[in-house]
């Protein structure tokens, strides 16, 4: 079954040979032809070749759909408590994982998966029609392999994350953990994993840590990623370069030699504008990443202890607003940029043979994404 989208007033089409030196590739009086969850053309709604059905888009914005490179929706409970603390100037610390651990360990299966359906639903609406899921709050054999059996009921896209934190029955062990992590637990979570993710900062796990935990992933024939520089700086950043990570995640605080390293080594830096704007910290420069040629993405970090935001709009309005990027940036960023977190080039795109993942806004252009702060703007979407 064929679909004609057609009176496109602008198309995010993320190619840029569509049009000389545009980021976005935006094609004006565009359509688009759908195909069995394919792009099957793209071009001037004029010259649309005829299909099953059509959708007028009124002169809307169409855009690729979000790619969500970065979450972690498999948890219980809340800690709304602890957002509140830091509103009132607590620091953000690492510990409050271990708050969330307990309550996953806790649940049952079905009231996880319940808990990932409504937040996957809620991104949806949202606009982001890929989203990646990590495990990180079970931290047992067990628990880590239950998290990512249930996340891979909602996407290809999931990460082993069991080197979150260190969980309090090892805190005399760290090393036992890491024994635990990069044996019985990876073996039990590779199957259901696409990803290895870990979380190298003060308070988690040091750069050698690090080191040995992704490359027993990645012998596993896992990819990997890291959550770095969140804190503080660190050594997490050049790590990812080191290893030729297809990102690291956070980038807070980075260093010149860090930024240097990254767009040498075509390290995707994944910023994430929920966390400083739910645990106060300063945001990081968008600006400065992209004018030294790194790839940036935009990610929401959904998670109940730093991010609770499902929105990729929201993270494009802040990112826009306080950390200096355009909006064609930051849209490039949610969509295109999350795609090469990802190491996918069928998403994040809108040109024949890509994913037919597509949102039509409620807005005549993409800049309203940044303009309408908090203004639900998806009017529809599709997604295969
Ligand atoms: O990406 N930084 C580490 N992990 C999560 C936070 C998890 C939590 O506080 O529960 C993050 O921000
Ligand atoms: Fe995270």
Redo the contacts with the bound molecule.
């Keep these: 079954m064929s679909l004609l989208i057609t009176h496109i007033g602008e198309l995010v089409t993320n190619d840029p040979r569509e049009v000389d030196d545009d980021l976005l590739g935006v094609r004006t009086d565009a359509a688009v032809v759908v195909d069995d969850g394919t792009i099957a053309w793209v071009g001037e709604a004029a010259a649309a070749p005829a299909a099953d059905e059509r959708f007028d888009a009124e002169g809307r914005a169409v855009i690729p759909g979000f790619v969500d490179s970065?979450s972690?929706l498999v948890f219980a409970g809340d800690?709304s408590l602890e957002f509140q603390a830091r509103m009132a100037g607590e620091p953000?610390a690492?510990g409050?994982?271990r708050t969330?651990v307990a309550a996953t360990r806790a649940a049952t299966d079905d009231e996880l998966r319940a808990t990932v359906a409504r937040h996957v639903a809620e991104m949806r609406r949202q606009g982001t029609t890929t989203v990646e899921i990590k495990s990180?709050?079970g931290l047992t054999v067990d628990d880590e392999a239950r998290s990512l059996r249930i996340a891979r009921e909602l996407t290809d896209e999931t990460t082993f994350l069991g080197a979150?934190v260190v969980p309090a029955e090892y805190a005399d062990d760290p090393a036992g953990y890491v024994d635990l992590v990069t044996g019985p637990m990876l073996d039990a979570a590779a199957p259901y994993a696409r990803w290895i993710d870990v979380?190298c900062?003060r308070g988690?796990f040091d750069a050698d840590q690090a080191r040995t935990i992704l490359r027993a992933g990645m012998a596993q024939g896992l990819r990997g990623r890291l959550?770095a520089n969140?804190l503080g700086e660190g050594p997490g950043a050049q790590l990812a370069a080191e290893l030729g990570l297809a990102a690291v995640?956070?980038c807070t605080y980075l260093t010149d030699h860090d930024v240097h390293a990254l767009r040498d080594a075509g390290t995707v830096a994944t910023l994430?504008p929920g966390?400083e704007f739910s645990t106060k910290q300063p945001y990081p420069s968008g600006r400065r990443l992209v004018d030294a040629g790194v790839t940036v993405a935009l990610a929401s970090?959904c998670?109940?202890?730093?991010?609770f935001t499902s929105s990729l709009p929201f993270c494009i309005a802040v990112a826009v607003r306080e950390m200096g990027m355009t909006p064609a940036e930051a849209l490039w960023a949610a969509t295109a940029g999350g795609a090469r977190a990802l190491g996918r080039t069928d998403i994040g795109v809108l040109v024949p043979g890509a994913r037919a993942d597509l949102v039509v806004l409620d807005a005549p252009t993409h800049v309203h994404l940044a303009y309408r702060p908090g203004v639900p703007l998806v009017s529809r979407a599709w997604y295969s």
């Design positions: 970065h972690h800690r953000y690492a409050g994982i969330t990180g709050y979150h979380f900062e988690a959550h969140q995640d956070h994430l966390v970090d998670n109940p202890g730093s991010s």
